[in-house]
T-cell receptor, first 111, second 115 residues
C-alpha cells in the first residue's frame, strides 16, 4: 500500500540556518503531496502542497518540489527562525477520503 | 471564527469507562474525520464522514463509534476504554471529500489517558 517516510527527528538548528527535512513516498497512482505543520499545543495546519510532478509548493518561506523520479517531496527553507520550531508532517493523498501520513519530524531552532 | 472545536482538551479515564469526545465545525464542511496521534506513528485515521448520516471506518476503528446527525457535529465514542487508547485525538474537517484538492482543518486535540 501507499506509505510516507520522513527523516527522524528531532532536527536541531541555529537561527538563520538552512533547513531540509526529507520525505519520500510510495504510491501506486499519482498522488497529491502535502506538508502540514503542528505548532506546540495546536492542531495541524496545511503548510504547502503539490498536485503533480515537478510542481513546487511554497508558503512562509518554505518550499517543496514534487519529484516523481525520486519519489520525494523534501521540505526546505533558506533561513529558519525560532518561530519555525514545530513538528512537520509529510502526507499524500492518492484517493478520496484519506491521507497517508509520515511519522512527523520535530524541528528545534535555537537562537 | 471558531473553525474546528474539540472538547474536552484533557481527559483521564479508568479502564472500562466510556466517554464521548466532541467535535464541532462552523465552516459548513462536508467531510469530517477523527485521527489519533501516537509518538513515532504519525496520524492514524479512526473514522470519517462524507456528510450527515454517512460514516465509514478508517485504519484503526476498533473500540470507537461515531455518528453524524448534523453537518456541524461529529462525536467520537469510546465504548469501553483501554490503556491502548491513551493518545492524542484530533478532529479534522474539509470542504470536500476529495482530500487531494481540499485541505484538512484540524482542532487543537484532546489528550486522553486511560489508566
Amino acid at each position: 500500500g501507499d506509505s510516507v517516510t520522513q527523516m527522524e527527528g528531532p532536527v536541531t538548528l541555529s537561527e538563520e540556518a538552512f533547513l531540509t527535512i526529507n520525505c519520500t513516498y510510495t504510491a501506486t497512482g499519482y498522488p497529491s503531496l502535502f506538508w502540514y505543520v503542528q505548532y506546540p499545543g495546536e492542531g495541524l495546519q496545511l503548510l504547502l502542497k503539490a498536485t503533480k510532478a515537478d510542481d513546487k509548493g511554497s508558503n512562509k518561506g518554505f518550499e517543496a518540489t514534487y519529484r516523481k523520479e525520486t519519489t520525494s517531496f523534501h521540505l526546505e527553507k533558506g533561513s529558519v527562525q525560532v518561530s519555525d520550531s514545530a513538528v512537520y508532517f509529510c502526507a499524500l493523498s492518492d484517493s478520496n477520503y484519506q491521507l497517508i501520513w509520515g511519522a512527523g519530524t520535530k524541528l528545534i531552532i535555537k537562537p | 471564527n471558531a473553525g474546528v472545536t474539540q472538547t474536552p482538551k484533557f481527559q483521564v479515564l479508568k479502564t472500562g469507562q466510556s466517554m464521548t469526545l466532541q467535535c464541532a465545525q462552523d465552516m459548513n464542511h462536508e467531510y469530517m474525520s477523527w485521527y489519533r496521534q501516537d509518538p513515532g506513528m504519525g496520524l492514524r485515521l479512526i473514522h470519517y464522514s462524507v456528510g450527515a448520516g454517512i460514516t465509514d471506518q478508517g485504519e484503526v476503528p476498533n473500540g470507537y463509534n461515531v455518528s453524524r446527525s448534523t453537518t456541524e457535529d461529529f462525536p467520537l465514542r469510546l465504548l469501553s476504554a483501554a490503556p491502548s487508547q491513551t493518545s492524542v485525538y484530533f478532529c479534522a474537517s474539509s470542504y470536500g471529500a476529495a482530500l487531494r484538492n481540499s485541505p484538512l482543518h484540524f482542532g487543537n486535540g484532546t489528550r486522553l489517558t486511560v489508566t
